[in-house]
């Protein structure tokens, strides 16, 4: 235990070191070629594609299939007639409201 009376030991003062280290990250070279080249193979890809669909020599098998003409004929049910609606009530006549004219404030 430390006597009361006794001052504190003095605390030594620390001198503040402060480092700054900057630290750059490496430069690569070529950084998009890549993407580029294969958004453009992509696109050629899809343009031999669709020029193939329409270009295939002519042999559309849609002009060999069957005869799909079909008669339809159906029998609908009658409906029944709707009811009738009553007749509307005959109002009196109204007349317009009036509209009092400007007067000057009071």
């Known amino acids: 235990m430390t ?3 006794m001052p504190p030991p003095e605390r030594p003062v620390a ?4 480092t700054t280290v900057n630290v750059q990250p490496e430069r690569r070279s070529g950084g998009g070629g890549g993407v580029v080249a294969f958004l453009v193979i992509g696109l050629l890809v899809v343009v ?45 006549p109204v007349e317009p409201p009036s509209i009092p004219g400007p007067a000057p404030a009071e």
Request: charged share 15%.
């Open 15 to 18: 001198q503040p070191t402060h």
């Open 48 to 92: 031999a594609i669709i020029a193939f669909v329409l270009l295939n020599g002519n042999d559309n098998p849609i002009e060999d299939a069957a005869d799909t003409n079909v008669a339809v004929d159906v029998n609908l049910p009658d409906l029944p007639d709707a009811p009738t609606l009553p007749e509307a009530p005959s109002l009196p």
């Open 3 to 5: 006597d009361p009376n």
